[in-house]
């Protein structure tokens, strides 16, 4: 028993190690992740539920390292959001994705539209606003054909996120508010901020009890009430899409495993 003591010491001792070297090698190589073009973007589609027809894809970022492998942004992100390095990502990500649906308008896709994930301390950043208009500018891409998605995380200081989201209203750029209704500030902010969408945790679409169906409906139609577009995050399964249909007549739209994976952009081309 006790040298299974030792091993188990051992054992956790050194998956901790492994933790920690791991942070600490993603926290060193970040640094120069942009230049060495180890980040990708993957597309995953929107939704019509109604016509189930694709209106937009969001890009979600992957990290390639040559160790590491295929690092989630679950796992990045924080990290990048500590060092200050997701100011240079998030533009990076800002930059790929606009160059990516001006390709596929120039292609003759005409009513899709990107939607880019922003994190709080880029969204809090100084240089942000003049970030956007610059990348806009450079890439040509219509700002009415782009949408950022910010959490309410983001919206914490109600009187700079108004202000900001004022500007990107001003220049014609969606915005929406993602993983709605995991946080308690979810209803004050909707009548302060410029929104134009909200994106419905996944959380909420997982279970399927009566109870669970009420909650989802009771959320939709605070969006609706605030003439808000309505997306369902995490839609996995067709009898999903049933129901949510079955609870409203006002156009819904979702994400989701059932539709597609998120994918190379050749991978989600062969969808449109
Ligand atoms: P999110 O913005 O809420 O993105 C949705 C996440 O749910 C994605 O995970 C997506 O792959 C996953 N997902 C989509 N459909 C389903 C489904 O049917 N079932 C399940 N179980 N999951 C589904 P991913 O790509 O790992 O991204 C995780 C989070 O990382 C994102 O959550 C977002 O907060 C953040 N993130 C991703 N890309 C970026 C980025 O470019 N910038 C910033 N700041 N954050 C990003
Ligand atoms: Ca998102
Ligand atoms: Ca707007
Ligand atoms: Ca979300």
Same mark, same amino acid.
């Given at each position: 028993?006790?040298?299974?003591?030792?091993?188990?010491?051992?054992?956790?001792?050194?998956?901790?190690?492994?933790?920690?070297?791991?942070?600490?090698?993603?926290?060193?190589?970040?640094?120069?992740?942009?230049?060495?073009?180890?980040?990708?973007?993957?597309?995953?589609?929107?939704?019509?539920?109604?016509?189930?027809?694709?209106?937009?894809?969001?890009?979600?970022?992957?990290?390639?390292?040559? +160790? *590491?492998?295929?690092?989630?942004?679950?796992?990045?992100?924080? !990290?990048? %959001?500590? @060092?200050?390095?997701?100011? &240079?990502?998030?533009?990076?990500?800002?930059?790929?994705?606009?160059?990516?649906?001006?390709?596929?308008?120039?292609?003759?896709?005409?009513?899709?539209?990107?939607?880019?994930?922003?994190?709080?301390?880029?969204?809090?950043?100084?240089?942000?606003?003049?970030?956007?208009?610059?990348?806009?500018?450079?890439?040509?891409?219509?700002?009415?054909?782009?949408?950022?998605?910010?959490?309410?995380?983001?919206?914490?200081?109600?009187?700079?996120?108004?202000?900001?989201?004022?500007?990107?209203?001003?220049?014609?750029?969606?915005?929406?508010?993602?993983?709605?209704?995991?946080?308690?500030?979810?209803?004050?902010?909707?009548?302060? +901020? *410029?929104?134009?969408?909200?994106?419905?945790?996944?959380?909420? !679409?997982? %279970?399927? @009890?009566?109870?669970?169906? &009420?909650?989802?409906?009771?959320?939709?139609?605070?969006?609706?009430?605030?003439?808000?577009?309505?997306?369902?995050?995490?839609?996995?399964?067709?009898?999903?899409?049933?129901?949510?249909?079955?609870?409203?007549?006002?156009?819904?739209?979702?994400?989701?495993?059932?539709?597609?994976?998120?994918?190379?952009?050749?991978?989600?081309?062969?969808?449109?």
């Amino acid at each position: 028993a006790k040298s299974r003591g030792g091993n188990q010491y051992t054992f956790y001792n050194s998956e901790l190690n492994n933790m920690v070297e791991r942070k600490m090698m993603m926290e060193h190589d970040l640094e120069r992740a942009i230049q060495k073009g180890q980040f990708i973007l993957h597309y995953q589609p929107k939704i019509n539920l109604q016509t189930r027809k694709i209106v937009g894809v969001e890009a979600l970022v992957r990290w390639k390292h040559p +160790l *590491l492998g295929t690092v989630p942004p679950t796992e990045f992100i924080a !990290i990048a %959001e500590e @060092t200050g390095q997701i100011v &240079a990502i998030g533009n990076w990500v800002l930059h790929t994705a606009c160059n990516q649906i001006k390709k596929w308008k120039q292609m003759g896709y005409d009513h899709l539209h990107m939607a880019i994930n922003v994190s709080a301390r880029q969204f809090e950043d100084k240089n942000f606003i003049s970030d956007v208009k610059e990348i806009i500018d450079k890439t040509g891409v219509h700002p009415s054909d782009i949408e950022l998605e910010i959490t309410e995380s983001v919206v914490k200081n109600i009187a700079d996120s108004s202000r900001i989201l004022k500007e990107l209203d001003l220049m014609g750029i969606r915005a929406s508010l993602d993983d709605f209704g995991t946080g308690y500030s979810s209803l004050s902010v909707l009548k302060d +901020l *410029l929104i134009d969408a909200i994106k419905i945790d996944r959380s909420f !679409i997982q %279970e399927h @009890t009566d109870a669970d169906i &009420a909650m989802m409906k009771s959320i939709m139609n605070i969006g609706f009430n605030f003439n808000l577009e309505v997306i369902v995050e995490g839609i996995e399964h067709e009898q999903q899409v049933e129901a949510l249909l079955a609870i409203s007549n006002r156009t819904i739209f979702g994400q989701g495993y059932l539709f597609s994976k998120p994918a190379s952009a050749e991978e989600i081309e062969k969808l449109f």
